[in-house]
């Protein structure tokens, strides 16, 4: 299935939410900076601590694309992801998550621009983003939950989120490959218990969802164990490595303050798995358990706005890219 352009009312919709969710964060931002007495530490942003920083958060996206990359093709047999292509879809997927309520999300946009480039029918694309975010949400609320234990009582929020998201993603992965693996057949395939007169209209609904169930239970099954780890590996050292970001702005460089920084991150990500905007509010209280306020709101500017100008860089640049290409493939 191959996409000529957004739609203006997608685009439209997208511009709306940005502008309303920077506005949040931003004024989120501030009122923090003024309630902890660090507003002047925004000054601080102005020295070269801030391009290390970005330095380091750029890694961490490249070795993010590598494992879009890797998960890909080893589902997708045959098909190759060029891994600058996997960089601008991983970074358009995580502009889409900053201006969304939850830091973990970007799902269709990049499920959108995947099935742009490869072909691949939209169905299959996002089954394969949400396995790939299946090990985003479970390795940061894992770890966020167990490292929450050593900050308690000020981390009870962090660790009751943690649980439950690890949890519910654990259980709804398990019960949409049990249902791609047992579909039922025959037109009237809906459960027993949808009554009658809503079995017309919600067997339609429920022949998506094991179209979908049916394609994340395949690409579930087509990869390797030994690659399974290999994407376990890379999913939590380009987290931690996000986390590593927040070293330049607390100018001590040992093992013990590394442990902080990435520490002060699995915190952050995993309670901002609340349905907040872009994370507001609950980015900043995880960082607060571990760190600093004068670090906790350089940090927060420099990952967040990041995701928003690398996203929004790559989307303008590699949806022209792909115009181009759909447009010589026509002709």
């Known amino acids: 299935m191959i996409y000529v352009g957004i739609d203006m009312q997608v685009e439209r919709k997208l511009g709306g939410g940005l502008i309303i969710t920077l506005i949040v964060v931003t004024l989120v931002i501030l009122a923090y900076s003024v309630i902890t007495s660090s507003l002047s530490s925004l000054l601080e942003l102005y020295s070269m601590d801030t391009p290390v920083s970005l330095l380091v958060i750029t890694l961490g996206w490249i070795i993010s694309a590598l494992r879009l990359k890797l998960l890909f093709e080893s589902s997708m047999k045959g098909i190759t992801l060029p891994l600058i292509d996997s960089l601008a879809i991983r970074l358009i997927g995580g502009l889409t998550a900053n201006i969304t309520p939850s830091s973990i999300g970007g799902e269709p946009g990049r499920a959108y621009y995947l099935s742009r480039r490869t072909g691949v029918d939209t169905v299959k694309s996002y089954a394969l983003v949400i396995y790939e975010v299946y090990y985003d949400v479970l390795a940061v609320n894992i770890i966020g939950a167990f490292l929450s234990v050593k900050y308690l009582p000020l981390s009870t929020p962090v660790l009751l989120v943690s649980l439950f998201m690890s949890f519910s993603w654990l259980s ?65 050292l380009y987290h931690t490595i996000w986390g590593v970001a927040a070293l330049p702005f607390i100018h001590v460089f040992n093992v013990d303050a590394v442990v902080k920084v990435v520490e002060a991150y699995f915190i952050m990500q995993s309670f901002s798995s609340l349905p907040t905007p872009g994370g507001s509010g609950a980015a900043e209280y995880g960082l607060s358990i571990v760190l ?25 640049i590699y949806d022209n890219k792909l115009r181009r290409w759909v447009s010589w493939v026509l002709h």
């Open 172 to 236: 709804i992965s398990l019960k949409i490959v049990r249902a791609g693996r047992n579909m039922p057949s025959g037109p009237d395939a809906a459960p027993r218990w949808i009554p009658g007169f809503m079995r017309k209209h919600f067997n339609k609904l429920y022949a998506m969802y094991l179209d979908f169930a049916s394609s994340y239970s395949e690409m579930a099954s087509r990869i390797s164990l030994g690659k399974k780890a290999l994407l376990w590996l890379l999913t939590i």
């Open 292 to 316: 600093d306020p004068s670090v906790v709101v350089k940090y927060r500017v420099v990952y967040y706005y990041y995701g928003i100008v690398a996203g929004l860089i790559s989307l303008i």
